[in-house]
């Protein structure tokens, strides 16, 4: 059936419409219309006449349709921001900045992604994802993936009883700017407008949308590193992981170090007051250094969970990390977080850098480990970015290599020494891995040769102590012991039978390690004297054995690997 057009109210008389014979494909239909038109506007029946039947007027006839069309679309369009403008109150959050992360969770929990038909389909990691679970057929929420509404599209629900409409832009860099490949250029930015004249209906949003954040994060620990050099505004922080938060309880440290950072920690932040009318900036630098696997990291990690507050954590390291990078990204931390700098001593040479100082190098990169100089670390310490209730963290292996100025009070306020474990750190460690109950092991744990029946508190003690007996005093970090015990998950008493043939093996592994050390050294230093390269060395040292890779048949090297996935 073919359709006719309806009759316009506003033609003044009769005319094509009238006839009936009027329609919209028909072209003369179009010209008779506009000459009509032209004929009640200006009277033009000279130039009616002239373009009537006329093919030129077709075309004009279309073209200024299409001009009013237009026309008609931008003053809608116009009139529309002005009634949001007038109606609306517009507020735009910015990645990079912490409130972009509390809008977006905030969309999630509304469920704003009801209404998105663009979603960006994510694995699940420990990086964090505002999305939702794809539902399976049996209303299960898929493990595995997620689902990430875009926002592209502008979205309009309703909250507290206001009308609010949320959409997301991509903002984006020149591209011939010369940027490094990999180079982070673009950011997104969420425009919320609230059709209201409260502006209070805003701030109660944000509030909202920050408290629910904490609420959802409570349980973990974000950390936000720098993995690519960034050129987008505030767009430092580039990657963000979220780790389940640690009990404090799980640091097993010596004495009560533990619980005098968190004392002192509590104790600057709570002082904001009085640092201001001090005049003093209120800031509060740790540095926790000593020999690695030994609980700096764990501590951090773990302190931030307790004190509610997300880390910003930077490696010197870092190809893009320069003094500019640093300061940049020292100083968008914001407040009430942690900033984090692990391996600190990265930023100056060592002592074998120095040692080659009269070398002919490829490149910077030889020069020095990392682009940062002590003067822009002193900087960004002392700096503006520096202040604002942040605690600032470091850590290191090599407290010998860091400069008097930088460890100095008012820059590093409390250092904390780690040293390998006691025996009373490795017998906590004990007690502490095998109080866990059967029921937060998996099933595949369960098996009929493996199961044992609990042993009661009394009997896991005695095994402690036996095990902490065999344990060298500041012989073994805390990281190996556990890795040892990870190789004996389900069996304490096996763990205690043959902790003394593992450290033996232990003992014997690092002589040889130093062994081949200490000969790779001496061949280098010939080679040296005798002008010869040092490749062909090389291929001599590259020939030692690696350390032994077991003992009495269980795997060293899956307790190893073990470490470094129980972090
Ligand atoms: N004191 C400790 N208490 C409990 N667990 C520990 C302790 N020390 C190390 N671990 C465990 O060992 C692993 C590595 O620890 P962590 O990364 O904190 O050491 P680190 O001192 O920061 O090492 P590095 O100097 O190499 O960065 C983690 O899985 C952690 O659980």
């Known amino acids: 059936m073919e359709a006719r057009a309806a009759v316009p109210m506003f033609l003044p008389d009769g005319g094509p419409f009238m006839t009936g014979s ?5 072209p003369s239909s179009w010209s008779s219309f506009l000459s009509s038109w032209v004929n009640r506007l200006w009277g033009a029946s000279v130039l009616s006449s002239f373009l009537a039947g006329s093919p030129m007027l077709n075309t004009l006839a279309i073209l200024i349709l299409g001009t009013l069309i237009e026309a008609g679309r931008r003053l809608s369009s116009w009139f529309f921001q002005r009634f949001q403008l007038r109606l609306a109150i517009s507020a735009q959050f910015q990645q990079g900045d912490p409130a972009y992360d509390w809008i977006l969770q905030f969309l999630t929990k509304q469920k704003v992604w009801r209404l998105a038909r663009d979603f960006r389909v994510a694995s699940k990691s420990s990086k964090r994802q505002w999305g939702i679970g794809a539902v399976d057929r049996g209303g299960q929420e898929d493990e595995y993936v997620e689902y990430v509404p875009t926002y592209n599209q502008p979205q309009l629900f309703r909250w507290n009883g206001y009308w609010v409409e949320a959409s997301r832009t991509h903002m984006y860099h020149p591209a011939n700017a010369g940027f490094p490949p990999g180079a982070v250029t673009a950011g997104s930015s969420i425009t919320l407008h609230v059709y209201t004249w409260n502006m209070k209906a805003l701030s109660d949003l944000v509030k909202h949308a920050r408290l629910q954040y904490l609420q959802v994060s409570k349980p973990h620990v974000i950390i936000h590193t720098s993995d690519k050099p960034s050129y987008g505004p505030g767009m430092y922080w580039t990657d963000v992981k979220k780790k389940a938060r640690r009990p404090l309880n799980s640091i097993i440290l010596e004495g009560n170090t533990l619980e005098k950072i968190l004392a002192d920690a509590r104790e600057f932040i709570s002082m904001e007051r009085w640092y201001n009318n001090a005049g003093i900036p209120h800031r509060r630098g740790y540095l926790l250094y000593g020999p690695p696997g030994t609980g700096k990291s764990s501590t951090i990690y773990a302190l931030a969970g307790e004190l509610g507050m997300e880390i910003y954590s930077l490696s010197l390291a870092s190809d893009f990390v320069d003094d500019n990078f640093l300061q940049k990204a020292s100083s968008s931390v914001p ?15 060592s002592r074998e850098d120095e040692d080659e100082k009269d070398k002919p190098r490829r490149g910077r990169r030889d020069e020095y480990r990392s682009f940062v100089t002590l003067s822009g670390l002193l900087n960004t310490l002392d700096g503006v970015g520096s202040e604002e209730g942040k605690l600032f963290f470091a850590t290191t292996n090599h407290l010998d290599r860091l400069d008097p100025a930088l460890i100095r009070p008012g820059r590093i306020d409390m250092k904390v020494e780690y040293k390998l474990a006691t025996k009373g750190q490795a017998s906590a460690l004990f007690a502490r891995f095998y109080s866990f109950k059967d029921d937060i092991l998996p099933d595949s744990m369960h098996s009929v040769d493996e199961k044992k029946e609990h042993l009661t508190d009394g009997e896991i003690t005695r095994l402690a102590n036996a095990f902490a007996k ?7 970090s805390t990281a190996e012991i556990q890795g040892y015990l990870l190789g004996f998950k389900k069996d304490p008493e096996q763990a205690a039978a043959c902790v003394g043939e593992w450290v033996v093996a232990e003992q014997k592994r690092r002589e040889e390690e130093l062994q081949a050390e200490k000969e790779k050294k001496e061949k280098v230093k010939a080679s040296k004297d005798s002008g010869q390269g040092v490749n062909g060395i090389n291929g001599i040292v590259n020939g030692f054995p690696g350390p032994s890779a077991s003992f009495s048949g269980r795997p060293l090297s899956s307790a190893g690997v073990a470490v470094s996935a129980a972090g």
């Open 335 to 349: 407040k009430n977080s942690i900033f984090l700098i692990e391996d600190v001593d990265c930023a100056f040479p």
């Open 22 to 26: 009027w329609h919209p494909s028909n």
């Open 470 to 476: 065999a344990i060298p005093e500041h012989e073994f």
